[in-house]
């Protein structure tokens, strides 16, 4: 990854951290103004605080260490009750951090290690990689996929299936649904959208990138062309690619490969997509694969090995109807 990036990225979570640690102090002294009682409390839990450290550092002093911790622990608990008995007014007095996990520092740490919070990621992933900025992530979202676009005629000629578009569309959008809320289980299947263009499959795919961001999820956005590009560049050792930028398509929680087809196929591409798709269906990270190919078209196109990944590891959802984008 770009070192300046990452540096850009932990300069702007110090300012928004220290924000909301200001505000957070000021209220607190707003709200210590009105209850007083808090702050006498604050006080007596530093003096005992103090009180146990003096103690532990002398033997035998077991039984008095013990009643120091009780009272602490009492006095936690009186302020925890005022604090309640406050309501909502009290919780501003705690920082408000966008990210609950690293508290606005980028990094977690369990005492041993020390690991990159997703937030932080996901915030590298936009800026080097979702370039093209095909979510948008307020509107795309599951509750405002108007259904109603689609048709509800059935045309077994026209659409070679026997249900409406519609229909279809609500089984697609109900795959979505579980393919989010199963994220975590080994047993759900990757997807594979396939269909002309403007039939929703950059809606949905946005969707469920919007919930996965919301579940602290890491989403990569990138097109065939541009992915495979990349692997090759950096399997060559050509320009600044790093090893960083392979590991992230490898291990990103949700990769979304748009456009398969327009990459232009070579041996070697077909190796490293089969690669790709392999080694993330071994590290159980999911992949979203779209396609304005047809089935057909994707068997005649692309090798064995490949094939019998999707078809063996991925829901495939086949979009039709009318590009639903001259309707709105």
């Known amino acids: ?13 110090n300012k928004k951290r220290i924000l909301a640690e200001e505000l957070a102090e000021k209220n607190k002294l707003n709200l210590y103004e ?3 009682e808090l702050s006498n409390i604050d006080k007596k839990l530093s003096s005992l605080a103090l009180a146990t450290m003096k103690e532990l550092t002398k033997e035998n002093n077991k039984d008095l ?9 009492a006095l936690k608990k009186e302020k925890q009750k005022i604090l309640d008995s406050i309501g909502e007014e009290a919780k501003k007095i ?6 609950n996990k690293c508290n606005d520092t980028g990094y977690i740490s369990d005492g041993n290690t020390t690991i990159m919070c997703n937030c932080l990621k996901q915030k590298i992933y936009d800026i080097e990689y979702n370039k093209s900025n095909i979510y948008n992530l307020k509107e795309q979202t599951f509750d405002k996929f108007n259904l109603n676009l689609y048709s509800n005629n059935i045309s077994k000629e026209k659409y070679e299936s026997d249900i409406s578009p519609r229909e279809n569309m609500k089984i697609i959008k109900n795959i ?12 759900e299947k990757n997807l594979l ?3 002309r263009t403007g039939l929703g499959k950059t809606f ?9 961001l919301k579940m602290g999820k890491t989403v990569l956005y990138q097109t065939a062309s541009v992915l495979l590009d990349t692997i090759i560049n950096y399997k060559l050792g050509k320009s600044n690619i790093s090893i960083d930028i392979y590991n992230h398509l490898l291990n990103v929680d949700l990769l979304i490969i748009d456009d398969l087809g327009t990459e232009g196929t070579n041996n070697m591409k077909l190796v490293e997509l089969f690669n790709l798709l392999n080694t993330r269906l071994l590290n159980n990270k999911k992949t979203i694969i779209s396609t304005n190919l047809k089935l057909q078209d994707i068997f005649e196109t692309y090798d064995e090995r490949i094939i019998s990944r999707i078809i063996g590891n991925y829901n495939i959802c086949y979009f039709f109807g009318e590009d639903i984008r001259l309707l709105k």
């Open 1 to 13: 990854m770009n070192n300046s990036t990452v540096q850009f990225l932990l300069t702007e979570y």
């Open 65 to 73: 260490i013990k009643k120091l911790n009780t009272d602490i622990s």
């Open 204 to 212: 949905l795919s946005s969707a469920i990138a919007n919930e996965l």
């Open 34 to 36: 009105k209850f007083p």
């Open 193 to 195: 959208f396939t269909g």
């Open 94 to 99: 705690y920082p408000r951090y966008e990210c």
């Open 176 to 187: 979505c649904l579980d393919f989010v809320n199963n994220f975590d289980n080994a047993n």
